[in-house]
């Protein structure tokens, strides 16, 4: 089970770089993803063939433009919260 987020520095840049009303539905969004998986406003999705540190990349909807791409870190039992921003972030 999944007990906490970890941040990468990209993540708490962007985060911070984003209106208050986005970053207000990012945190509501990683509540979900805290309690649920699969929360069906999450969209959660596993980024075919993306993998950082190893890991495959998961990608959650935050809103109808903005996405945060995460790994699960088993071992620390955390979700490494990777970077958030539009859809730009899959070209990346």
């Not at 509540?31 to 969209?43: A, E, G, I, R, V």
């Not at 950082?52 to 935050?62: A, D, K």
Request: hydrophobic share 35%; glycine share 4%.
């Amino acid at each position: 089970m999944i007990t906490k987020l970890q941040r990468s520095a990209e993540f708490a840049r962007k985060l911070g770089d984003l209106p208050e009303q986005i970053r207000k539905k990012a945190h509501k969004q990683l509540k979900f993803l805290m309690q649920d998986f699969w929360y069906p406003s999450l969209h959660t999705e596993k980024l075919k063939g993306e993998t950082y540190e190893g890991e495959p990349v998961w990608s959650l909807r935050v809103d109808r433009k903005h996405r945060i791409k995460f790994i699960i870190r088993k071992e620390e039992s955390a979700y490494f919260l990777i970077t958030i921003g539009k859809h730009d972030i899959y070209r990346k």
